[in-house]
């Protein structure tokens, strides 16, 4: 049975993106001037996911062993 939530409405989820778009897509160009854009699929597996960000975390000193 599919649960659909009260606001998961059309409108709804074009505001979201709409506040996404003004106020948040200007980081990605912003970190990525800075080199600290690091982007990881969100269609991995949850294994394949969690690795690459303990990787990743590692790699920029996050957490250690």
Known sequence: TLIQRE???EETVRKRLA???DETADLVGYYEQLKKLHVI??????????DAL???FEKE?????
């Open 61 to 65: 000193h996050l957490i250690h062993d």
């Open 19 to 21: 506040v996404y778009r």
């Open 41 to 50: 699929s969100g269609e991995l597996d949850l294994q394949k996911g969690q």
């Open 7 to 9: 606001d998961d409405q």
């Open 54 to 56: 303990f990787t990743l």
